[in-house]
């Protein structure tokens, strides 16, 4: 930190902090407004992680499909593998969400992570389907995963770094909108690729994913060129025991004067990790926030890891075919993201209202899909009456992220949005790491009943939205400040 005493200091919080030497790159926007360019370029790190991962879940349990040799334990294998890759995200995210908080660079706090991870995660990608061997398979995804985890955290966290708290909500749903756009693209490239004359072989594969990852490369390119983060230092890279901090008004960095005691000596190895517990342990309302995220995720990653598998088996249609459930799936989401943020923007209902309405709604279209479609449509691919449940189904369920960010970056304190950020993704990740092995030792548990077994896929996901109710209920706080 510079030792240039001239420099104007504050208090916050009873924390000393003093501005940091370094002019914004970009004009603040009225509190009361949204940028809605700025907001769509910072939100394209985020469209690079679910175009990436849309096209990997829907993508890479086929391919163990035809990997794993079959076996009673089949679908218990390959749901352990597609867990073993997550479990690294649950380590690695409150670290690098907690990193990207504490970042000196001049390129600002978030965006030396979004150049590294997006960059390390599309090489990663080109190789997943080359890898024809099981165990090398499992190595790259891991990798991949790795990678993924170094940006994620920062790519959700730049919005409030550059959004008033009052426009948390519409900036959540611009953010989720064009970040789905990405997952439907996941979603829309293998039907592209299937529809190629003459492709067969390991390229029918491959293809999709060097499209993806060109797509990622070419992004984070027009993000680095057209967001102009507030430098925190001189350098690329520098990680300080400081907090460093950005005033929304006026896109001003700070940072503390003093660094936190448990950050000093031997205890700074371990420090991300020690906030984190203490963050959960201390903060209620924030610890039932992260139960309802862990129960929601867990429902839906149980779907997206065996959803291409159920279409095929279950429902009997192609490949191809299947890619088409996951757009009725997406496009909706996509379609309402703005218009479902709205109703917590709203003064009258609020965040926390409408992430309740959400689930509701949630809650009556899987009842209706695990007891009544689902039922109906078993090998006989009469799908119209899923694509109108997957539409009813998606549309709530983006209503629940989209007024879950703002509630999530409002619980937090200023200079912590980044770890908290990574908490809240180290149990999305654990959801996600947990689903596979659990649903998928479910399934192998009622193998016997052969491809009718994916008929408990809704009921499962139906207890899981119970539960998560029970915990955001009983919530406090998350409300936009007067």
């Known amino acids: 930190m510079s030792e240039d005493e001239s420099l104007e200091r504050i208090t916050k919080e009873g924390i000393e902090m003093v501005y940091l030497p370094h002019e914004p790159k970009m004009k603040p926007t009225d509190p009361n407004k949204i940028n809605w360019g700025r907001t769509i370029l910072i939100s394209l790190s985020f469209f690079t992680v679910l175009l990436a991962w849309g096209y990997f879940n829907f993508k890479v349990p086929l391919l163990l499909d035809n990997i794993i040799p079959d076996n009673p334990f089949k679908d218990l294998i390959k749901g352990s593998i597609l867990a073993i890759d997550n479990l690294v995200a649950v380590i690695l995210q409150p670290y690098f969400g907690d990193l990207s908080d504490h970042t ?61 708290e009052r426009m948390y909500s519409k900036g959540s749903a611009i953010q989720q909108f064009i970040a789905n756009l990405g997952g439907l693209l996941g979603f829309i490239i293998p039907i592209i690729v299937g529809a190629i004359p003459g ?5 029918f594969d491959a293809l999709g994913f060097i499209i993806v990852a060109i797509l990622m490369i070419l992004l984070v390119i027009i993000q680095v060129l057209l967001v102009r983060e507030t430098p ?89 075919l299947a890619a088409t459930l996951f757009i009725a799936y997406s496009g909706p989401m996509i379609a309402t993201a703005y218009i479902v943020g709205l109703l917590g923007q709203s003064k009258r209902i609020g965040r926390k209202k409408a992430v309740i309405i959400y689930l509701v709604w949630l809650l009556g279209s899987v009842c209706v899909m695990a007891f009544i479609v689902v039922p109906f449509v078993y090998q006989n691919a009469m799908l119209i009456i899923l694509f109108i449940m997957l539409a ?47 649903f998928g030792g479910l399934l192998s548990v009622f193998g016997f009943w052969g491809s009718f077994r994916y008929i408990i896929m809704f009921p499962f996901i139906l207890i899981c939205i119970i539960i998560a109710m029970l915990f955001f209920i009983r919530i406090k706080g998350g409300e936009a400040s007067k």
């Open 199 to 203: 492709l067969t072989g390991i390229w």
């Open 104 to 164: 000196k660079s001049k390129f600002g706090r978030r965006m030396p992570f979004i150049i590294i991870g997006t960059t390390a995660s599309a090489v990663f990608f080109i190789m997943i389907p080359w890898m024809q061997v099981l165990a090398a398979l499992v190595l790259i995804i891991f990798l991949f995963d790795l990678a993924m985890s170094i940006y994620r955290s920062a790519s959700i966290a730049i919005l409030p770094d550059y959004t008033s």
């Open 232 to 320: 925190t230092g001189d350098k690329f890279f520098k990680i300080t025991k400081n907090k460093l901090e950005l005033e929304t008004e006026t896109f001003r960095a700070l940072e503390s004067v003093d660094p936190p005691i448990e950050t000093a000596s031997e205890k700074q190895k371990f420090g991300a990790y020690r906030r984190a517990v203490g963050i959960v342990r201390t903060h209620k309302d924030f610890a039932l926030f992260i139960g309802t995220v862990f129960f929601i995720y867990l429902a839906f990653a149980s779907v997206e890891a065996f959803f291409s598998s159920f279409a095929v088996e279950f429902i009997g249609i192609s490949e191809g």
């Open 392 to 438: 009813l189904t998606s549309i709530p369920w983006m209503g629940f992220i989209v007024n879950s960010f703002p509630i999530l970056w409002s619980l937090a304190p200023e200079a912590k949005t980044g770890i908290y950020t990574g908490v809240y993704y180290t149990f999305n990740q654990l959801a996600y790491t947990l689903a596979p092995v659990f």
